[in-house]
């Protein structure tokens, strides 16, 4: 049972097209993130949220943005898609620190 | 710096034969430790968590995983596979902050 729920769950898009990667979680946990995982590498995290209006960049170096205007709803946006944005992108949200991370099931986006 | 590293990029065991996972990592202060599950097309699941306490610890589908301080391991055992625990394994580790870091998986095939 997903408390935690990304859409789409699959994206083709042309190169150039903005998107919008929707997360939203039922668990009220103030802490989010957005991880990207491609195969055979430790999923890397792109941006992190500590609680509405709080929003940080993670490791990653990424041209898409984030947005956290309730506390349930964590959407990343890609304003100008490009192939090398083709990847999986995972939503994850906990409670306190040293919580497990609770994760959604995944954006697949392929950038043509 | 902080690391976590899962030696094995592939492991192949027969169903019914005993599974041991293997997962190092490089942390400064006493780390809490978890192992991750990822069917495909999935997100992660979280089969268990080590915080503190006894070192062994028991998590879902009959998995267990051991801390040891001394080797800086946290390895996933479990006594008996079933062709359905075919998929990718995570180790990730935090020390309470909000960085998570991942291992690169092992992925686990199952012989009938």
């Known amino acids: 049972e997903a408390d935690i729920y990304q859409t789409p769950r699959y994206l083709v898009i042309g190169t150039g097209k903005k998107i919008t990667l929707e997360c939203s979680q039922t668990m009220g946990h103030d802490k989010m993130y957005w991880y990207q995982q491609d195969p055979g590498m430790e999923l890397h995290l792109i941006h992190y949220s500590y609680g509405v209006n709080s929003t940080e960049k993670g490791d990653l170096s990424s041209e898409s943005t984030v947005s956290r205007i309730r506390t349930e709803h964590f959407p990343l946006t890609l304003e100008s898609a490009r192939p090398s944005h083709t990847s999986q992108y995972l939503c994850?949200?906990?409670?306190?620190?040293?919580?497990?991370?609770?994760f959604g099931n995944g954006t697949r986006l392929t950038v043509t | 710096a902080q690391s976590v590293t899962q030696p094995d990029i592939h492991i192949t065991v027969s169903e019914g034969a005993s599974l041991e996972l293997r997962c190092n990592y490089s942390y400064g202060a006493t780390p809490y430790l978890f192992w991750y599950v990822q069917s495909p097309g999935q997100g992660l699941q979280l089969l268990l968590k080590?915080?503190?306490?006894?070192?062994l610890v028991q998590g879902i589908k009959g998995f267990e995983a051991e801390f040891k301080r001394s080797q800086s391991s946290f390895n996933l055992r479990k006594p008996s596979v079933h062709w359905s625990d075919a998929a990718e394994y995570f180790c990730?580790?935090?020390?309470?902050?909000?960085?998570?870091?991942f291992g690169t998986g092992t992925r686990l095939k199952v012989l009938a």
């Open positions: 990730a580790v935090t020390s309470g902050t909000y960085k998570y870091i």
């Open positions: 080590y915080f503190s306490g006894d070192t």
């Open positions: 994850a949200s906990r409670d306190a620190g040293g919580s497990p991370l609770h």
